[in-house]
């Protein structure tokens, strides 16, 4: 079965860059996807990449994919005090030309120190 | 102004008692998700239904139930057999590409 892994904390200090790792089981013709979750609050759709992508870049954030290793990363440059929030994954395979249902990682707390 | 509400933000309840939970979407998505929030983990999938009229169990089904009788609707019903029924409960939606969610109700269980 399907499955999303991540580590559970990062910290790094304001104006670093932070790396936020995942690692998913294959998949044919999957969207990658990072969610941003702030306490209390639902998740926010960050950015995601086709797998037949390589890398994606949106402002602050650049997300890699490795599909040989079965990797994707997520990179902030510049982290400031309110990028502080847990990260989530997730995967999703194509069902019929659309969208399944999304797999979740458990999650990467980011915290930033200033 | 487009997006997926859920409501109430906060939700106390007996044991016991059967308490539903509310998710509207005006985003015209025709799939809508129901997901479980417990500290320190992921997102589990409670129900989901692609269409009007249709829903199938997710991975932890047993103790809730749902009904899609409208596009825009999909309240989520967490009875008394579901035995630890406090959590972060988060209701989303999707087009073809991206699911996008909700603001979440807090299930406590007194």
């Known amino acids: 079965g399907e499955d999303v892994e991540q580590s559970l904390f990062l910290s790094v200090r304001e104006g670093d860059s932070s790396v936020i790792n995942c690692t998913y089981t294959?998949?044919?013709?999957?969207?990658l996807y990072w969610y941003k979750q702030e306490p209390g609050a639902g998740l926010q759709l960050l950015t995601y990449i086709f797998s037949n992508m390589d890398m994606k870049q949106d402002q602050r954030l650049t997300v890699l994919l490795n599909k040989k290793d079965k990797h994707l990363s997520l990179r902030i440059a510049d982290t400031q005090t309110g990028d502080s929030a847990i990260y989530f994954c997730?995967?999703?395979?194509?069902?019929?030309?659309?969208?399944?249902?999304?797999?979740f990682g458990k999650g990467t707390k980011l915290s930033v120190k200033p | 102004d487009g997006g997926i509400t859920q409501s109430p933000k906060y939700l106390f309840r007996k044991e016991g008692q059967n308490v539903t939970l509310s998710c509207e979407q005006n985003l015209n998505h025709d799939a809508m998700y129901w997901y479980r929030q417990d500290p320190g983990q992921g997102l589990r999938l409670i129900y989901y239904?692609?269409?009007?009229?249709?829903?199938q169990k997710g991975d932890i089904a047993e103790g809730y139930s749902v009904s899609r009788e409208k596009k825009e609707s999909f309240p989520l019903t967490v009875t008394s057999a579901q035995k630890n029924p406090t959590a972060f409960y988060l209701c989303?939606?999707?087009?073809?590409?991206?699911?996008?969610f909700g603001p979440g109700t807090r299930l406590t269980v007194l």
């Open positions: 989303a939606s999707t087009n073809t590409d991206t699911q996008y």
């Open positions: 239904s692609q269409i009007v009229n249709d829903f």
């Open positions: 997730a995967e999703s395979l194509i069902v019929r030309g659309s969208q399944g249902n999304l797999i």
């Open positions: 294959d998949s044919s013709s999957t969207y």
